[in-house]
């Protein structure tokens, strides 16, 4: 590992507070407390962490429809994010947007995304005016195995190459397109294949293993910066849960085996037992973490369960922008 | 004399780009051709020479990115002109404009601006047939979070479009290509139209006309021509489809008790619907007859010349309508 043992640690954290917003979310919704739909990242977070690790605080992410995991990783705060999966006035949308809106435009995240492949479009647009500024920041697009099959995702695509822009493709292939396998939805079996189509290098990596997506991340990041264009990293992870919620819902379409086998390469405690095993950090300092963000956790759930609901009045509000700002 | 001079629509619309452009770094062009062939209505001629190839883009024929780079840029601070080059083509991007810009600010609790403009050509007469002449305008006033404007004079087109490009709203500026040519007073100087307001082309007390784009043309031509028989018709141009001025609208419905409207789009769930729906809302007891609707037939736009003048509303037409508004005693 040439990643330092604090940026190990910086990762690490990233993945469990993942991890945690997402157990509790999932509890939350088992006891019928959240509105609406849930898409949990439970499993792919070593994807969002190993890349937003290698993001700056004014560099743009689009999201998906799970996309809870980009926000945390890019930085999101649990009481507004939790207040917002409760439809809270104090969530970061207030209230407006829910689990598959949620964003912060502070961070530079442009948004989860309600419609598949959606997201890559507005991430060129972000790369574009970052071209435009000459400041050095970078876009990344989140998408999944399934978006690559969608028309945005090639329009995206071609034109972030055809316009050389600052940007990096990140696939989470997580084999399923909500519940039909891949490869009955596509006849290849790496997303990375369709790089060459557009003209960008493109690079396979384990997605359990937050240093290789991190040091892929890297890779591709600085070659944006420094005016390389584009590049694609397909991660190959997988959902724990289910594409929604946390139940099958009576559904079989995965293997009991197979979920079992991701499961066992969990990226989380597979990055903990590699750092005790290089004597980077002892299981006490996990515990620790744990500890101190499971009570973050606890005070975000009770932080939006005491927050406010929206007036209605607010229905009206925002619909647009009402003050002309140009010049 | 400022007073004198005349631009054609076309070059109005280009004139407050460029302006917009002179004035504001942060303000850009993208679309497909408009680059270095000028666009193809030559609608952006010349730009990419004075600005350059950074702010005036060449994109690839993808309506659904060209829109998407326009939402992305506009949320992260640019102000970005976007051309769809035919309203038809609105329909390939109909996620980026219906899902997303139309709705990110709200989703996002108020905190994202998106100051962008669409452009586009909209209506027929041109033998462009099904796919290149439609007027899909009603579908997008009924998206809220989207603004929709549709000059129907070269002045309007350059005030409106200046105003488009200071707007902090995702606003769809529809050019008609029938009027590209049609030459009339624009001012030098940059001045904005303020969206939203209706223009009384022609003060009249007996009935009241509403028609945008080129029919507020096809509209004074009837108007004209029943002011020989001494039949005094107001015209009305919202200028902006949404939001409308429905204030203004109501107004001169209570002044003459005797409305019609007319638009190029199929009558049927066309503005004209909304339309005399706000008026039987607003102003039913004034009313001496039902609010007439002039709009096409429920087909798509035919591209035979012999069936296309046929389909298109015109002057005859609305005459026919006018005098059809005036058959009913008043109370």
């Given amino acids: 590992m040439s990643i330092s043992p604090d940026k190990q640690f910086d990762l690490h954290r990233r993945m469990v507070r993942i991890r945690l917003f997402e157990e509790a979310a999932?509890?939350?919704?088992?006891?019928?407390?959240?509105?609406?739909?849930?898409?949990?990242?439970?499993?792919?977070?070593?994807?969002?962490?190993?890349?937003?690790?290698?993001?700056?605080?004014?560099?743009h992410i689009t999201s998906t429809h799970r996309g809870h995991g980009h926000l945390v990783a890019k930085g999101g705060d649990f009481n507004r994010m939790m207040a917002e999966l409760m439809g809270k006035a104090t969530g970061y949308c207030k209230g407006k947007g829910g689990s598959m809106h949620i964003s912060d435009l502070s961070l530079g995240m442009l948004g989860a995304n309600g419609i598949v492949g959606a997201g890559s479009p507005i991430a060129v647009g972000a790369a574009f005016a970052n071209k435009y500024r000459k400041q050095g920041q970078v876009a990344v697009a989140f998408f999944g195995d399934g978006a690559t099959n969608i028309g945005a995702f090639h329009e995206a695509a071609n034109m972030a190459c055809a316009l050389h822009l600052p940007i990096v493709f990140a696939c989470e292939n997580n084999e399923y397109g909500e519940f039909t396998p891949r490869d009955k939805t596509m006849a290849i079996t790496d997303i990375v294949d369709r790089a060459a189509g557009y003209g960008m290098p493109g690079v396979i990596v384990d997605g359990m293993d937050v240093i290789a997506v991190h040091e892929a991340a890297l890779e591709a990041v600085e070659r944006a910066r420094t005016g390389?264009?584009?590049?694609?990293?397909?991660?190959?992870?997988?959902?724990?849960?289910?594409?929604?919620?946390?139940?099958?819902?009576g559904l079989k379409y995965r293997s009991d085996d197979e979920v079992a086998r991701w499961k066992e390469r969990d990226p989380?405690?597979?990055?903990?037992?590699?750092?005790?095993?290089?004597?980077?950090?002892?299981?006490?300092?996990?515990?620790?973490?744990?500890?101190?963000?499971?009570?973050?956790?606890?005070?975000?759930?009770?932080?939006?369960?005491?927050?406010?609901?929206?007036?209605?009045?607010?229905?009206?509000?925002?619909?647009?922008?009402?003050?002309?700002?140009?010049r | 004399m400022s007073d004198e001079r005349k631009l054609p629509y076309v070059m109005a619309f280009n004139e407050a780009v460029s302006q917009a452009m002179e004035a504001d770094p942060s303000v850009f062009c993208a679309g497909e051709d408009i680059g270095a062939f000028g666009g193809v209505f030559g609608t952006f001629g010349g730009?990419?020479?004075?600005?350059?190839?950074?702010?005036?883009?060449?994109?690839?024929?993808?309506?659904?990115?060209?829109?998407?780079?326009g939402v992305g840029a506009a949320a992260t601070g640019l102000r970005p002109i976007v051309d769809l080059m035919f309203m038809d083509f609105i329909c390939v991007a109909m996620d980026q404009i219906v899902n997303q810009a139309a709705k990110l600010k709200y989703m996002f609790g108020g905190e994202a601006t998106l100051p962008l403009t669409i452009t586009t050509a909209g209506g027929g007469g041109l033998s462009a047939a099904a796919q290149h002449s439609q007027s899909l305008e009603a579908i997008l006033c009924h998206i809220p979070g989207l603004k929709v404007v549709y000059p129907s004079t070269p002045y309007d087109m350059k005030g409106l479009?200046?105003?488009?490009?200071?707007?902090?709203?995702?606003?769809?500026?529809?050019?008609?290509?029938?009027?590209?040519?049609?030459?009339?007073?624009?001012?030098?100087?940059?001045?904005?139209?303020?969206?939203?307001?209706?223009?009384?082309?022609?003060?009249?007390?007996?009935?009241?006309?509403?028609?945008y784009g080129r029919m507020v043309h096809e509209s004074v031509a009837a108007a004209e021509k029943l002011a020989a028989e001494g039949i005094e018709c107001e015209v009305i141009d919202?200028?902006?489809?949404?939001?409308?001025?429905?204030?203004?609208?109501?107004?001169?419905?209570?002044?003459?008790?005797?409305?019609?409207?007319?638009?190029?789009?199929v009558r049927f769930g066309g503005l004209g619907a909304e339309i005399a729906a706000q008026i039987q809302e607003q102003a039913f007891d004034y009313l001496d007859a039902p609010v007439g609707r002039i709009g096409a037939p429920f087909s798509p736009v035919p591209f035979s010349p012999a069936l296309e003048q046929h389909y298109i509303p015109d002057a005859k037409a609305i005459e026919a309508g006018i005098r059809e508004a005036l058959l009913r005693v008043g109370a």
């Fill in chain 2, 238 to 265: 919202p200028r902006t489809l949404q939001p409308l001025d429905t204030e203004t609208i109501v107004e001169s419905a209570k002044r003459t008790n005797r409305v019609l409207v007319v638009h190029e789009a």
């Fill in chain 1, 268 to 326: 989380i405690f597979t990055l903990e037992d590699r750092m005790v095993e290089n004597k980077v950090a002892t299981r006490q300092q996990f515990e620790d973490i744990w500890t101190q963000l499971r009570n973050d956790i606890d005070n975000a759930i009770k932080f939006a369960e005491e927050s406010p609901v929206p007036a209605p009045d607010q229905v009206l509000v925002d619909v647009y922008t009402q003050k002309a700002g140009a």
């Fill in chain 2, 47 to 69: 730009l990419q020479a004075k600005f350059g190839a950074d702010r005036v883009v060449d994109t690839p024929i993808s309506e659904q990115a060209i829109v998407g780079l």
């Fill in chain 1, 26 to 59: 999932g509890r939350l919704a088992e006891a019928n407390r959240l509105p609406g739909f849930l898409h949990l990242y439970v499993g792919e977070e070593a994807v969002a962490s190993g890349v937003c690790g290698a993001l700056n605080d004014d560099d």
């Fill in chain 2, 161 to 211: 479009m200046t105003a488009c490009i200071s707007e902090d709203n995702p606003t769809v500026m529809v050019k008609h290509k029938r009027l590209l040519g049609m030459t009339g007073h624009v001012p030098a100087e940059r001045y904005e139209i303020p969206l939203g307001k209706a223009n009384i082309v022609r003060a009249g007390k007996d009935v009241t006309v509403v028609a």
């Fill in chain 1, 228 to 249: 390389g264009g584009p590049s694609l990293i397909e991660a190959k992870t997988y959902r724990f849960y289910n594409h929604h919620g946390v139940q099958n819902l």
